[in-house]
């Protein structure tokens, strides 16, 4: 997976990206996400619903563990999200949120989980 960013400290923190399609490594997608601290959420797009949310230090870098090796990092322990993820590539959109801290991006990330609105919730 091709990966493009941004600093987190040149973003502006208070509004989420647009949608963009989930890029599928294979076919040497790009994936814009913030290199530094951020928040990411995808949605599968004809339903509308939500399918996970997550955080990071390097926003970009784990989004890549989205997907199962070798297509992507591979380095989660839930094995049914990233089937899932690569089950449904072309049918999915992501969106970012850059945050100063990797511990604001964390609170805001747990903030949403708890409202329990994602397929997957880890």
């Known amino acids: 997976m091709l990966w493009g960013g941004f600093s987190s400290q040149d ?3 208070s509004e989420w990206s ?13 994936l814009l996400a913030p290199f530094g601290p951020g928040v990411y959420e ?6 509308d619903g939500l399918v996970c949310v997550g955080s990071g230090k390097n926003c970009a870098y784990r989004m890549s563990s989205l997907l199962p090796a070798p297509r992507g ?3 989660r322990n839930n094995a049914a999200l990233r089937a899932y993820v690569l089950a449904n590539l ?6 970012t ?6 511990a604001e991006a964390s609170v805001f990330e ?9 397929l997957f919730s880890t």
Not at 42 to 47: D, N, P, V
């Open 90 to 95: 072309g049918a999915l959109d992501y969106r």
């Open 73 to 75: 990092e591979g380095t």
């Open 42 to 47: 995808l949605r599968h797009r004809e339903s």
């Open 18 to 30: 647009e949608w963009r399609p989930f890029p599928d490594p294979r076919a040497d997608g790009y």
């Open 97 to 102: 949120r850059p945050f100063p801290s990797g």
């Open 110 to 118: 747990k903030d949403h989980r708890a409202r329990g609105k994602y």
């Open 11 to 13: 973003a502006v923190v």
